[in-house]
């Protein structure tokens, strides 16, 4: 089946770096998408990698890896604002239409 | 631009009545979809609507229909709601531009909870 794999939390601390990672099992792949949601709130988009390599975005970074099935999201200068969960989500291999999404990763960031 | 607007932000039913959650986009997006998301869980397709006049099933279509009234609107409807039903309700659109880079555009959510 499909699926992609997140740690359910991540803990930081304010000013640090940290990094998300996202797993994935498809029988093809058409790049991974990061959305942020924070809790109460909807997810927004916050970047997408179609092709190997890194995608910048001011502090949000994403990575990508085909031959690994690998991606994660990298967070600079953490502020308590990031403080959110953030899921990756994948074009399904049966519809253009279709997201898979992982479970998602709370991020917890102390002061 | 409001984007994406869902009514109502809040419900409550009772077991075995009926709504419908309403959704419109004005960003001329052909892709409509609704997701549910229970509490500390990723989200799940319940339909989608790929452009004006069609709709498909997701991954939990059973005891919803939808309604794509026209290109701006995507109704859901629980016919007979049930306490499995409780969730937070989105409603998303997507443009089809040949460069798809799978952003979603959010609506604040509908919270239900069915007695």
């Not at chain 1, 927004?44 to 970074?61: A, I, K, P, Q, V």
């Not at chain 2, 869980?41 to 794509?68: C, F, H, Q, W």
């Not at chain 2, 306490?83 to 659109?93: D, G, I, K, L, N």
């Amino acid at each position: 089946g499909q699926s992609l794999e997140q740690p359910s939390e991540v803990t930081a601390v304010e000013g640090a770096i940290v990094q998300i990672n996202c797993t994935y099992q498809t029988s093809g792949f058409y790049g991974l998408s990061w959305y942020q949601q924070h809790d109460g709130g909807a997810p927004t988009f916050l970047s997408y990698n179609g092709l190997d390599g890194l995608e910048e975005t001011g502090r949000f970074s994403s990575f990508l890896s085909r031959s690994d099935s690998y991606g994660y999201l990298l967070l600079q200068e953490l502020q308590m604002k990031d403080s959110a969960s953030y899921f990756c989500a994948a074009r399904s291999p049966d519809s253009n239409y279709q997201l898979i999404w992982g479970a998602g990763t709370k991020l917890i960031i102390k002061p | 631009n409001a984007g994406v607007t869902q009514t109502p932000k809040f419900q409550v039913l009772k077991t075995g009545q009926s709504m419908t959650l309403q959704c419109a986009q004005d960003m001329n997006h052909n892709s409509m979809y609704w997701y549910r998301q229970d509490p500390g869980m990723g989200l799940r397709l319940i339909y989608y609507s790929a452009s004006e006049g069609t709709t498909d099933k997701g991954e939990v279509p059973n005891g919803y229909n939808v309604s794509r009234l026209n290109k701006r609107e995507f109704s859901l409807r629980l016919e007979s709601a049930a306490p499995s039903q409780t969730s937070v309700y989105f409603c998303a659109s997507k443009t089809s531009l040949q460069r798809d880079t799978g952003e979603l555009f959010f609506g604040e959510g509908s919270r239900l909870t069915v007695l």
